[in-house]
């Protein structure tokens, strides 16, 4: 019996003792743990008589369970104290700034996108949108394509799969098809007499979207965003389309004074076609637009051939119409100086972070564009 009151005695002082919670742990295995001290009493009891166990069995379980105390209530005791020093030795700055959020942005092409929106949209021009699959009529038939014409070559379009009807639909090659269906759409009939078409000419119209063509390189991509517009109504004429288009651009690039051309080209979906240049300076290594006596092709436009016309049920002898049509992401790599088409559409973090927008920087022509 005096062993166990010399090992409670011994165990209480070095509980007392124990600098931390580290060493109370240590103490606790020496004691308790399976090969500890307490433990191999407690294995004593198995070869002992049944009276020395009535008597030991007692003692030793109790001087176990109140050791097991001690070290619990030291233990609470240590951590409290370790709780104490860290409160009275660390402070906590309040008045810190907290980290900045990262914040999304507006990609480049949408801000041109919404951009050119706001000033097509200030002229009375209308937003339509389609399917970015379409029919080969829609994207080609209807727009006066010949059927040997070299675009609707494999290389140069994203064909399906025919359908069970045989039927080839397609990824669309430029945004042209919207307007056939909103030109297609004038001859619907109402659905009752007493119900108004309201999509009469005239039509004005903006489409921007995704359009698709077999390239790649560093001015071409797959997947790139187009904006076409339509005008179609009685008596339109070339000096529509020009006073339209140089209006745009001065608005666009915010710059006064802006000279255009119009060079003769050929489209089989206009007839007579042009392309735009706008003067601009590329004597610094960098495009300046609006200064300089050198040229930069930015659109392609002209009067709706009359065989687009017809396709569409409108009569040409009635109607005309102009139409262009504009890369996007083009323009805004001239507007924005990002040099390489491809980094527009990789979603690298770092450059929509230098070249994105705020979202709060909507374009709007009374506040400015940008
Ligand atoms: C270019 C040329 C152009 C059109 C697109 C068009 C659409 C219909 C009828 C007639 Cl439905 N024309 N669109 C007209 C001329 C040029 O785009 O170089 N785009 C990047």
Redesign the pocket.
């Known amino acids: 019996m005096t062993d166990l009151t010399t090992l409670e005695a011994d165990l209480s002082a070095q509980v007392a003792a124990a600098p931390d919670v580290a060493a109370l742990e240590a103490l606790r295995v020496a004691a308790l743990g399976k090969s500890g001290s307490i433990s191999g009493l407690l294995k004593t009891l198995g070869s002992m008589s049944p009276d020395e166990r009535r008597e030991a069995g007692p003692a030793i379980n109790g001087l176990r369970d109140r050791v097991a105390a001690a070290l619990g209530e030291r233990k609470a005791a240590l951590e409290a104290a370790e709780l104490d020093a860290r409160l009275a030795a660390e402070t906590l700055d309040l008045t810190l700034p907290a980290p900045p959020r990262r914040k999304g942005s507006v990609h480049p092409t949408m801000q041109v996108q919404d951009e050119m929106i706001s000033i097509f949209a200030e002229m009375g021009f209308a937003v339509a949108e389609g399917p970015d699959i379409e029919t080969d009529f829609n994207n080609f038939t209807?727009?006066n394509f010949p059927e040997k014409h070299p675009a609707r070559e494999m290389h140069d379009t994203f064909f399906f799969n025919p359908g069970p009807d045989g039927e080839r639909k397609l990824l669309r090659t430029?945004t042209?098809?919207?307007?056939?269906r909103a030109?297609q759409r004038t001859n619907e009939k109402p659905a009752a007499p007493w119900i108004a078409t309201t999509i009469e000419p005239p039509i004005r119209i903006v489409v921007p979207g995704r359009t698709y063509r077999c390239d790649s390189d560093a001015t071409h991509s797959p997947m790139f965003h187009?904006m076409?517009?339509?005008v179609i109504d009685k008596g339109i004429h070339m000096g529509h389309l020009k006073w339209t288009l140089e209006t745009f651009i001065a608005r666009f690039f915010e710059v006064e004074g802006v000279v255009s051309r119009f060079r003769p080209h050929h489209?089989p979906?206009?007839e007579p076609?042009a392309?735009m240049d706008i003067g601009c300076d590329r004597s610094g290594g960098e495009i300046r637009i609006g200064t300089g006596s050198d040229w930069l092709e930015i659109?392609?436009?002209?009067m709706?051939?009359p065989n687009?016309l017809r396709l569409?049920g409108i009569d040409p002898d009635v109607y005309q119409?102009f139409?262009?049509?504009?890369?996007i992401d083009?323009l805004g790599m001239l507007k924005y100086g990002m040099p390489d088409l491809r980094d527009m559409f990789e979603g690298d973090t770092r450059w929509l972070r230098h070249y994105g927008f705020s979202a709060f920087a909507a374009p709007n022509p009374a506040t400015g564009l940008s």
């Not at 042209?176 to 056939?180: E, W």
């Not at 659109?299 to 002209?302: I, P, Q």
Request: aromatic share 10%; hydrophobic share 40%.
């Open positions: 209807a727009l430029h042209s098809p919207v307007q056939v030109m187009q076409e517009g339509l489209f979906f206009t076609s392309e659109l392609g436009c002209g709706v051939h687009v569409c119409g139409a262009f049509g504009l890369g083009r």
